[in-house]
């Protein structure tokens, strides 16, 4: 009889800040938004709104957190 494996839990701190898209894509929101954007430019804001891609080594890192491939 084999040795049922254990199920890894989800670091909830990278679930919070990380999406997985359906392709694979490690998802992050950009910073430097929350306040004090009345001095920042609406070019600056524009730049940081929506997602931005994570790649490389901390990509592959931040999945294996979350319990992906």
Do not use: P
């Amino acid at each position: 009889m084999e040795k049922a494996s254990k199920k890894h839990k989800v670091k909830k701190s990278v679930s919070n800040r990380f999406t997985v898209t359906k392709n694979g894509k490690v998802m992050r929101e950009t910073s430097f938004k929350r306040h004090l954007r009345r001095k920042k430019s609406k070019k600056q804001l524009r730049r940081l709104k929506g997602k931005k891609v994570v790649t490389g080594r901390l990509a592959t890192k931040i999945k294996k957190l979350l319990g992906k491939k």
